[in-house]
């Protein structure tokens, strides 16, 4: 008997969420939005297929502040609804409109239709030098871009970089988002574990307070050795002896074997994995490095091609 009637509270509370959701479905309707299908899923969200009044196709994440745990309400999700309603770059991915009904948050932006770049390389391979240059040069434009604003996005990795064409990419979830620096303009250190293992950089493995701008640019070293590699620099699986083959630069030993890649990207690759973020380069110095150097035309072309991409 009893499990009987915890069967029915818990079918009245499914058929009451059911009916809740199709109110704001239809309240979302008469707004020109139609929600779709979902196409991922998070710990606290979901995002889904959107279709505004104009018949563009947008991504719709989905928050419920129900199932949310109390730190990312009040800590994670009001920096991210900050942040977004912020920040504007052709390589970030733009937040259209947020609304909220029945505790639930809805954040309308770009739909990048071609995935995110781990999928790309799982499927198709490592890149060439090029292709890598050409796609790293715009996630380090969104995060100089970000850093400029004392913003740092602290999960910066493959599965976040979302490819709106095989030539352009935007960067997405800012989940773990924050700012730089307190209300007196002071910088602020982080203490909190963000993101994924495999792109933490050491002094984060430790449990040490860390710069985030610096575990940004970690994170980034990561991606671009994945995108020349389809590999991680390094194996998480074991995290005491990742910690010891970060700090003791065996980085270095892997890139000295690299004879078909450049001098140029092998000190970049050095740069961004440096252990003693004293030595790590800043976002300014990648952005200025050699091997990210360009040609007028070239750069002409590229801004040209990111002006086009936008228009879809």
Known sequence: MYVARGKNIFTRAQELLYVLQRSTHKLFQTMGYRIGKTIGKGTYSKVCIAINGQGQKLACKIINRRYAGEDFIQKFLPRELRIVSLIKHPNIVTVYKILEANQVIYMFMDYCKNGDLLEHIRLQGPFSEDKAKSIFRQ???????????????????????????????KLGDFGFARFCKDKFGENV?????????????????????????????????CILYVMLTASMPFDDTNIKRMVIDQISRSIYAVTILWTDYSNDLKKLINSLLDPDISRRATITQVANCAWLEESSFTKIKRLLSISDSSLF
């Open 189 to 221: 250190m982080s203490d909190t574990f963000c993101g994924s293992a495999a792109y933490a950089a050491p002094e984060i493995l430790q449990g040490v307070f860390y710069d985030p701008k610096m575990y940004d640019i970690w994170a980034l070293g």
């Open 139 to 169: 996630i380090v434009s969104a995060v100089q871009y970000l850093h400029d604003l004392d913003i740092s996005h602290r999960d910066l990795k493959c599965e976040n970089i979302l490819l709106v064409s095989n030539d352009c990419v």
